[in-house]
């Protein structure tokens, strides 16, 4: 070679650069990108990149070819002119295509047609165009109709005519689908299934003739040209409007491009050994290791999705095509294998062979993704970090949802049966449209099931409002199942004895039983069943085995401990069951509120004298103690955190307004009153309601949330936080003697000064050492305190001095940071300051990083730079909720406590929150 010749060659290796890629040249595209498959989905698109690499694992995957993102870009930059080579390569690419399908474009005998899509690196559903059946034309037509029968051909030859005239030529789809509208009319027939070869006849020449009337051309016959300007077309859609306004929402770059994929047509419709189907490698309600899906013989995609045809479950497919079955499960499997999750696949059978059309990650029930997680990772097929990365702190929220009562649904009458997509019970009033569905459910505060022959996105909205969600038509994919499943709605679907008159407000089931709109009925999600009326709901049992076991691997992972807040001693016993390492919070106010307590706490309180709060409290202790011991007794050997009392004070008073009523009153009888001695009685009675409206007066507050609460009450009445101490005491002792072995830690609420602290626990402390002396035996105990007020937070270490542990009160902390009332702001300003973006998150759900988070930082450094040991968590709601639970992790808490039904949501999130960090 000589030197020239040899220079001549790399000019033309450079202007010829690669655009075009068959779907069997993927590693040459991976080798260009560095190896890496992110850049290879940039280069041929999502749906190229997917496409070519099951065609690298040997899935039959109709041949084809990508034209690169590359050369969209340089198209669209020159103007809307092919980069040069591009269409070349496109036509030498094709005839592989053609050799490896035996076919060839334009050829009479054996046409091959093929689609043209768009394919963008991130999945724009909807948003960009599609061309199928190219290659059709007159003559192919007419001699394919010997071959296939003229039905078929003639749909396929007008949805080509449909397509093309629409992506490429701008003809508006409604002129093209009235035309279908009259014809069905006219055929006397209510879908496109039931049309004749004669109606799709008569459907194509008026498409060519409404092609022609906008285009002023005739539809082009030539099918390399009808190639040609669909892939120019798809290059342009890239810039269409609809794209643009996606990418925006989506925060998608605009400069990514889009690739085109011309596919190889295959056809579920062109014999009755053809068919087409969606199936899942496992099953997506229960995660159970077996196919799911739905197919159709003799049938196009879009009948299976759209839920027009009753399915069959893919079951079926093994006794009427085993060959077929036995493939796709061994398909099913090394797809599974390669991307190491459950797959979502579309399928088609074309004439007796089977081609996969597309397969991503398939979307699943809480419930099966648990399964799914685990069983993978014993299958060796994934880790168990990520396994627990998988499923999503909400989803275990799911295992905590009612089902339907066992014992009321033996006597209740089951009135059909559908399919059971999204698992839980929903029981609530009938609704047959989403606006009514959501009125009925927001503002008017009723539940409500919605039923519709099928959903679409419009109806959103209703089946977020709704309980549950019913359907007469539809499979296990369809739309209603999918949105159901994500949006963890409990769902029938598919229940074909349903009949919706939407007009009369009414849906007949069977031969006679009508349901009116606003009627009763139950769902059970899980098992498909729909009954009659309002049924009982009970709490699902949280014993999965696959949850526990996956809450066990989050265990091991997690650095955060998880306590629980829990004023008595069954939801103690619920906290342990569901994990819980401790009680972080007791509320003792909680124990007053009790009906029979409250008069007494009010007494004590109201009391002027000594003698007499003192016999208030001395009612109080013992029932006090109880509440304890059955605590301690709960949590053994767990510490258990009792914070003393801390409710604003007006909680306990008497109405003042009611009061002065009341006396008012009196004093308008006295005056009818005669007799001296009546008279007598009638003042006596109103110097005591007198005195006692003075002492509610005195105890007044305007601003009881930032008044005599927290630690100030226990310095105004000391006898009262003594006696809780107590009690706490002379339980912890008696449990102690009887074998349990208790770690009570006390809690002193609201504190902002050092001193505050001093003074209380000092007071209390000896009162503790005087309980165990009497009782003879030690136990092991701390005093501690709660940090919500900034200027704790800020005098941390000079308050870590005299605590042995913290507890973040989220709520009070918030609320004093921000200056916002916890009561109010939540239903007033806050929710507007969202809505304008002027607050990212409710402050009072996920933890403020900056203002909030900063304090916390602050207290927990020089909390641990005073006191090494210093043990610290947090028992405001933020505690289980798992963004907060993640900037608890980066403060390295010791623990976060939450509701007992949020324990399991915090375990999982708390090993995320580890995972995150490594
Ligand atoms: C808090 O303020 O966060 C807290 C846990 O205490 P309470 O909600 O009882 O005021
Ligand atoms: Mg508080």
């Known amino acids: 070679m000589t030197i020239a010749m040899a220079s001549e060659k790399e000019l033309k290796t450079e202007s010829n ?68 080579g591009m269409w070349e390569q496109v036509l030498e690419a094709i005839k592989d295509v053609e050799k490896a399908m035996g076919k060839k474009i334009g050829d009479l005998q054996k046409p091959l047609l093929v689609s043209c899509r768009s394919g963008a690196k991130f999945s724009m559903p909807g948003m960009m165009d599609t061309v199928l059946n190219i290659g059709m034309n007159d ?12 039905k078929f051909v003639y749909d396929i030859y007008r949805r080509v005519i449909q397509m093309f005239g629409g992506v ?22 209510k879908s496109d299934t039931e049309m004749s070869a004669d109606d799709w006849k008569v459907i194509t020449e008026q498409f060519k003739q409404i092609y022609k009337t906008y285009t002023n051309e005739d539809f082009p016959q030539d099918p390399l040209e009808q190639m040609k300007r669909a892939t120019e077309a798809v290059f342009k859609s890239w810039n269409g409007k609809r794209a643009f306004a996606y990418r925006d929402a989506a925060g998608i770059p605009h400069d990514l491009g889009t690739a085109v994929n011309i596919q190889t047509m295959v056809y ?44 069959q479950p893919i079951s079926d497919l093994q006794k009427e095509m085993p060959n077929i079955y036995a493939q796709f499960e061994e398909i099913a499997q090394k797809l599974e294998k390669h991307y190491r999750n459950m797959q979502d696949m579309e399928f088609t059978i074309d004439r007796g ?102 959903t679409k996105p419009d109806d959103v909205h209703g089946m977020l409002a709704a309980e549950g969600i019913l359907t007469s038509k539809g499979g296990r994919t369809s739309h209603a199942a999918l949105v159901a ?80 807040n829990a004023d008595y001693p069954r939801d103690a016993e619920r906290a342990r069951e569901y994990g819980a390492q401790g009680i972080g919070l007791c509320r003792t106010e909680h124990m007053f509120f009790e009906a029979e307590r409250m008069p007494i706490v009010q007494k004590m309180i109201m009391s002027k004298h000594a003698v007499d709060r003192k016999e208030a409290l001395d009612q109080l202790l013992p029932l006090q103690r109880g509440d304890f011991e059955g605590l301690f007794r709960a949590m053994d050997g767990l510490p258990v955190i009792i914070r003393l009392i801390d409710p604003p004070l007006h909680e306990f008073l008497p109405s003042f307004e009611e009061l002065v009523q009341d006396l008012a ?63 706490i005491f002379e339980a912890a002792c008696k449990c102690s003697k009887e074998g349990v072995d208790v770690h009570p830690e006390v809690m002193i609420p609201l504190i902002s000064h050092v001193n505050e602290l001093k003074t209380q626990q000092a007071a209390l402390e000896a009162e503790a050492k005087a309980v165990m002396e009497e009782q003879g035996i030690e136990v092991t105990y701390k005093f501690g305190t709660m940090i919500e007020i900034p200027r704790a ?63 916390m930082e602050i207290a927990v450094a020089d909390g641990r730079s005073a006191r090494k040991d210093l043990e610290v968590g947090i028992c405001g709601e933020h505690g289980g909720d798992p963004k907060s639970i993640a900037i608890c992790h980066n403060l390295n808490l010791n623990y976060v406590s939450c509701s007992p039904f949020r324990v399991p949501i915090a375990r999982l999130a708390a090993a995320h929150a580890a995972l995150a960090d490594k």
Not at 677 to 691: F, G, Y
């Open 139 to 150: 003559a192919v037509a007419e001699e394919m109709i010997k071959r296939t029968g003229p």
């Open 168 to 189: 490429v030529m701008g003809v508006p789809d409604e002129v093209f689908e009235a035309v279908i509208e009259a014809q069905r009319k006219a055929a006397g027939v």
């Open 793 to 855: 937070a800020l005098t941390a270490g000079e308050i870590a001095e005299v605590a042995q542990f913290f507890s973040f009160g989220t709520n009070d902390l918030t609320q004093t940071t921000f200056g916002i009332s916890r009561d109010d702001a939540e239903s007033g300003f806050l929710m507007e300051y969202q809505q304008k973006g002027i607050l990212a998150d409710n402050p009072f759900a996920s933890i403020d990083p900056n203002g909030v988070g900063r304090l």
């Open 665 to 727: 009153d009196l004093k308008v009888r006295t005056q009818h009153y005669h007799t001296l001695s009546e008279i007598d009685a009638a003042l006596a009675e109103i110097r005591v309601k007198q005195d006692y409206l003075e002492r509610v007066e005195a105890l007044r507050e305007m601003n009881p949330m930032l008044g005599t609460r927290g630690v100030r009450l226990g310095i105004l009445i000391p006898e009262l936080t003594k006696m809780q101490v107590r009690a």
């Open 353 to 454: 062979k089977l081609w996969i059309l597309q397969t991503r990650d398939g979307k699943r029930t809480a419930q099966a993704e648990v399964r799914i997680a685990v069983d993978q990772v014993e299958e060796g097929l994934i880790s168990k970090e990520e396994a627990v990365r998988r499923v999503k702190p909400e989803q275990v929220d799911f295992f905590l949802h009612p089902q339907l009562d066992g014992e009321a649904v033996k006597e209740a009458t089951q009135i059909a049966t559908g399919l059971n997509v999204s698992p839980g019970a929903a029981v609530g009033i009938v609704a047959f449209d989403a606006d009514t569905a959501e009125k009925w459910a927001k503002e008017e505060g009723k539940k409500v099931i919605m039923v519709r022959p099928e």
């Open 268 to 311: 579920g419709n062109i014999s009755d050994d053809a068919g087409t189907g969606v199936a899942m490698s496992r099953n997506a309600s229960t995660g159970e290791k077996e196919l799911e899906g739905d197919f159709l013989m003799n049938a196009q995609g879009e009948d299976v999705v759209a839920g027009i045809r009753i399915t």
């Open 17 to 84: 650069q690669k655009y075009v890629y068959l779907f069997n040249e993927v590693d040459q595209a991976q080798e260009k990108m560095g190896g890496s498959w992110e850049g290879v989905r940039s280069l041929l698109g999502g749906k190229g990149a997917n496409l070519a690499d099951m065609t690298r694992l040997g899935v039959p995957v109709p041949p084809g070819l990508t034209v690169s993102t590359e050369a969209c870009n340089a198209y669209l930059e020159a103007g809307e002119q092919f980069p040069d």
């Open 485 to 564: 499943r994500q949006f963890g709605k409990p769902a029938v679907v598919g229940v074909s004895e349903l009949e919706l008159d939407l007009i009369g407000r009414k849906m007949t089931v069977g031969e006679d039983l009508e349901i009116y709109e606003g009627e009763w009925l139950s769902l059970d999600g899980t098992q498909g069943i729909v009954y009659l009326g309002q049924l009982p709901t009970v709490v699902p049992d949280f014993k999965n085995p696959y949850l526990l076991k996956l809450l066990g691997w989050a265990d091991e992972i997690r650095e955060l401990g998880v306590w629980a």
